[in-house]
């Protein structure tokens, strides 16, 4: 097999060029039909600063005793914490609220779900892609759903303590694993929702940064309140020993008038040390109470917006021209390979076809005639 010098290879692809050309063209026409194909994808992004949580000496105070004594409801510093955001968005209970939130509005004024709408080709624009690929991939899907298959079994549904999801409510929450995404950093949050529609993009952001918040906010409140019952618990006890030893100093007092000694006085020096010590363990449990309820009186907001969400008219998929451009590419390289290759491939398989077409001899025939 005799080698190509670069002269004679830049000749071979001249000869060759309307070869290349074709191959071009038809890549060209397989970037246009993936271009036609694709969805039209809107990107909204929305950034906010999460909040943190306040610290000062009476709060850190509060915090290790709580930590100390009952760790299992000591859970408020985390639950402020913006690394367990994306956390919450993600949990399926959560993914499952989001998609029953209105999205758009129908023709008659009512509120469309996600669900509804991912579901339903009355609110959704016509797509070809979509329409080639719901009758020939997804066919049998379309075909359970037409026939009224599209629940959960039965004996499953009737176990609340369980989390069950229908087709419809799988396929909306696909979309919400593919289409969202929430990146914390070390100061701010970035919240990217992306759908086929500039409208449902913004409207599903807002929902999201909606639900976070008011999830956020009821957790947060529901520790603070498992925390105050415990120290209020405690506050009973420690007021139950207070009035037992109060007690037991009276009576004290009442023997010390009948018989005066000093065995008595010493005891009476001893209850009046551990009286003294449970009044201060229980003056301490009143401050912290009262700093608990500081706690709850906090009317700080989760996060506070940096950017608002907005309605994104300039789509940001699919990139035609990085599309097409990387079809032309592909198409004019894809055709000078085979113009280098087929001749060879001709000789070793002996092809009627490429012999005809690609044949290295009958080339340099025509070049010595």
């Known amino acids: 097999?005799?080698?190509f010098d670069v002269t004679d290879l830049i000749r071979l692809l001249?000869?060759?060029k309307s070869f290349i050309l074709k191959t071009t063209l038809i890549c060209l026409c397989l970037g246009v039909l993936v271009v036609l194909l694709s969805h039209k994808q809107y990107t909204s992004v929305s950034t906010f600063i999460p909040q943190k949580p306040r610290t000062n000496s009476d709060q850190r105070a509060l915090d290790a005793y709580l930590q100390k004594e009952n760790p299992n409801i000591y859970e408020t510093n985390e639950i402020l914490n913006a690394n367990l955001y994306p956390q919450v968005v993600e949990n399926i209970s959560f993914r499952k609220k989001i998609i029953y939130m209105p999205v758009c509005e129908g023709h008659n004024g009512e509120k469309i779900s996600l669900v509804e709408y991912l579901s339903s080709n009355k609110y959704r624009p016509f797509h070809l892609g979509q329409w080639i690929r719901k009758y020939t991939i997804d066919l049998p899907a379309t075909i359970r759903m037409a026939n009224g298959e599209d629940t959960v079994?039965?004996?499953t549904g009737k176990d609340t303590s369980l989390i069950t999801l229908s087709r419809r409510e799988k396929q909306a929450i696909d979309m919400l694993q593919k289409g969202v995404t929430l990146w914390i950093g070390e100061d701010n949050a970035l919240l990217n929702v992306t759908t086929e529609d500039p409208l449902i993009t913004a409207r599903l952001a807002q929902n999201i940064l909606s639900l976070l918040k008011e999830e956020v906010t009821n957790y947060r409140s529901t520790k603070i309140e498992e925390q105050w019952?415990?120290?209020k618990r405690q506050e009973r006890v420690a007021m139950q020993e207070l009035e037992a030893k109060q007690k037991e100093m009276t009576e004290l007092q009442t023997k010390q008038r009948i018989l005066?000694?000093?065995n008595i006085e010493i005891q009476k020096s001893c209850l009046l040390a551990e009286y003294q010590s449970l009044y201060a363990n229980y003056q301490s449990l009143n401050r912290r109470l009262e700093r608990l309820e500081l706690k709850t009186q906090d009317n700080t907001p989760v996060f506070t917006m940096l950017e608002e969400v907005?309605?994104?008219y300039q789509t940001s998929a699919p990139r035609r021209g990085i599309i097409i451009t990387a079809f032309v590419a592909l198409g004019l390289f894809l055709g000078m390979v085979l113009v280098i290759t087929l001749p060879y491939i001709a000789e070793v398989t002996r092809s009627?076809?490429?012999?005809?077409?690609?044949?290295v001899k009958r080339d340099r025939e025509k070049d010595v005639e």
């Open 1 to 3: 097999m005799q080698e």
């Open 14 to 16: 001249w000869k060759r």
């Open 153 to 155: 079994n039965e004996n």
């Open 229 to 231: 019952l415990f120290l």
């Open 260 to 262: 005066s000694t000093g």
């Open 310 to 312: 907005y309605v994104p």
């Open 352 to 359: 009627k076809f490429l012999m005809r077409h690609f044949s």
